[in-house]
């Protein structure tokens, strides 16, 4: 079973920030966040993952709470080609198994 | 960036028929192959792992002579749909981590498997 729950959809703003949260309260810790997404009948794409310090990239920027709870993927500035489904997901360490949830449907409306 | 390229993209079979997808490293070497199946609107569900040279490591209800995983190199991993029937149709993906994979598991861009 995913360690993570999400919400099943949100829309935003092209050209907005789209902030996406992810629960994770049983996470152990010694177990990185991960975001991935699936753009339509693709597959996935990793996006960025943490430990527990706030991390930014090319692609987004991940913030963890202080107790590791929770999660929130932001978008700075979404496109309509952010539009897919965003997974929030748990892993313990380098070639470990991922489990995918049910992720979030992220519509990006011109 | 790491690239893992999987192939066929699409493929129509028979009923009865075996497939064979194939999944390549081109840039790192993966020492850890995983299978996925995804059915329309739903999430990707796991249903192997494979370490190179190792046999792989299936999932609770995944059937392993049905679904036939190798992973003989560090850069090849096939899996076989062994007589397919209408009910294998599927979306089929794999991802590869290891040396020089960089960030994340790198995803294959998947397989389309229609069975008729």
């Known amino acids: 079973d995913a360690k993570t729950t999400q919400p099943p959809s949100m829309d935003c703003a092209e050209g907005r920030a789209a902030n996406l949260p992810c629960n994770h309260s049983t996470i152990s810790g010694n177990e990185y966040v991960y975001w991935y997404r699936q753009i339509h009948s693709q597959g996935p794409q990793y996006i960025i993952h943490g430990l527990k310090n706030n991390e930014t990239n090319e692609m987004a920027s991940l913030i963890i709470t202080e107790d590791r709870k929770s999660s929130t993927l932001i978008l700075p500035h979404a496109t309509l080609r952010d539009t897919a489904v965003y997974y929030c997901?748990?892993?313990?360490?380098?070639?470990?198994?991922?489990?995918f949830g049910k992720g979030i449907t992220l519509s990006v409306r011109p | 960036g790491a690239v893992v390229s999987q192939h066929p993209s699409w493929v129509i079979c028979k009923s009865g028929t075996s497939v064979k997808i194939e999944c390549r490293s081109l840039?790192?070497?993966?020492?850890?192959m995983f299978w996925y199946r995804q059915f329309p609107k739903q999430s990707l569900m796991l249903m192997a792992t494979?370490?190179?040279?190792?046999?792989?490591?299936?999932e609770q209800g995944v059937e392993k002579d049905k679904f036939l995983i190798n992973h003989a190199s560090l850069t090849l991993s096939t899996l076989t749909v062994t007589s397919a029937h209408p009910e294998d149709s599927s979306f089929y993906i794999c991802?590869?981590?290891?040396?020089?994979?960089?960030?994340?598991?790198?995803f294959g861009s998947g397989t389309r498997l229609t069975v008729v």
């Open positions: 991802s590869a981590s290891g040396t020089g994979g960089g960030y994340g598991y790198t």
């Open positions: 997901i748990v892993q313990a360490g380098a070639n470990s198994k991922l489990t």
């Open positions: 840039d790192f070497q993966a020492t850890t």
């Open positions: 494979s370490n190179e040279g190792s046999k792989a490591t299936y």
